[in-house]
């Protein structure tokens, strides 16, 4: 997957919770064996190759290759597994295979987990703040989402996940799946909040490629917010980011 | 964050780079704040995918440079890691157990291509880094951490420096 994996932890039995950490490297270290597209050898790049037909990859390539088909269902065809007719689910692996390590670390008995893959963050307890990168003024923070403080803090119980779409994304420009090419109005970012990283990874990525139609299409999206920053610098946000997020700062709200 | 009970945090960094030659894959761990976290091990950081124009980096152990001040002010020096495009070295400052600045001792700089490196990405993850710490954030979403080399270094340093 090309990228970097920072886990966080806090209580548990310490003897547990390291054997969940190797347990999460060893998931992580296998998702990218079995996914890369970049590895001839890879099941991908087999399927790709026609080498290997989908009935005969494991069952964790079925389940992402089914989960791609929920997500373009779900999204109207804005998110697309399909490339170069091809089968590519590198934009859905990621954020599964995150929710995935988080998943295996609070089940050994952590207090509050938080796994950022890449820059796309799943949450389970907390307290966590989350910095919204801000895509036009690097190394600023444009918001700052909090997650796992109880009462009034998170809307969306235990586990929260934060992901971010926008041209510089890791891993390729996102593209209008219908055009072939990078959304026209583009957002220069967009961040989605959800409670598994599956969805708003998926949300992010095919709400970016929308462009100016995104924000009409997330604020219809049950148990989905979102917080986007334009071209132009301006923001705006869905009408429960607030609740859950401490409110950008230095950045014209609106538009 | 200062707030938090006093039960164990760990932090992991894992760096994956795949290549068409194969993947690569680091791991260490920064035991945070309390004495009670079992320090894991830390796989070990195969490097034999770093071809580049290595030359200078013989100075993998970096001894703490004692910049310490009056004003509780540490300079540390961290590993040179090698890279893909050569040897990534970073020094951190921390004042009153801050973060305060991060420089470069060592960066790629044989060809156009790590020039532009070095002169854009280094400063942006330096930011981000530094950003990530004053708006007291645990994380950041949409971030660009993807240089192994740099993160390597830094951590490298934060552990010397004691955290």
Known sequence: ?255 | MSALPSRPLRRVVITSVSTVAGGLLLLSLKPHSTAGAAPLTTAPAPTATSSGPAGSSGAATAPPTGGGSTSGTRTVDGDAVQTRYGPVQLRVTVTGGRLTAVTAVQLPQSNPRDEEISSFAVPQLTQEVLAAQSARVDTVSGATYTSEGYLRSLQSALDKAGG
């Open chain 1, 1 to 255: 997957m090309g990228t970097v994996f920072s886990l966080d932890v806090r209580g548990g039995a310490p003897d547990r919770i390291a054997a969940a950490v190797e347990g999460a490297a060893a998931w992580l270290r296998h998702v990218d064996e079995v996914f890369s597209t970049y590895r001839p050898g890879s099941q991908i790049s087999r399927l790709a190759a026609g080498g290997l037909t989908l009935a005969r990859c494991s069952a964790e390539v079925r389940e992402v290759h089914r989960l791609c088909e929920d997500a373009r269902r779900r999204t109207g065809g804005w998110f697309s597994a399909a490339y170069a007719g091809g089968f590519d689910p590198t934009g859905l692996v990621k954020g599964w295979a995150v929710e995935r390590a988080a998943e295996m670390l609070r089940s050994a008995g952590a207090d509050a987990v938080c796994v950022n893959g890449g820059g796309d963050v799943q949450t389970f307890g907390g307290p966590w703040r989350i910095g919204v990168a801000d895509p036009l003024r690097p190394g600023a923070v444009a918001a700052v989402v909090r997650a796992g403080e109880g009462a009034g803090g998170t809307a969306h119980g235990d586990g929260l996940a934060v992901a971010t779409s926008g041209p510089a994304e890791r891993g390729g420009h996102v593209l209008d799946p219908h055009t072939g090419r990078p959304p026209r109005d583009a957002l220069a970012s967009l961040t989605v909040v959800s409670r598994t990283l599956t969805e708003a990874d998926v949300a992010a990525t095919a709400a970016y490629a929308m462009g100016a139609r995104a924000r009409g299409w997330l604020a219809a999206e049950p148990g989905t917010e979102a917080f986007a920053v334009t071209a132009g610098g301006r923001t705006w946000h869905t009408a429960g980011f607030g609740a859950l997020a401490d409110p950008p700062a230095g950045r014209t709200p609106g538009r």
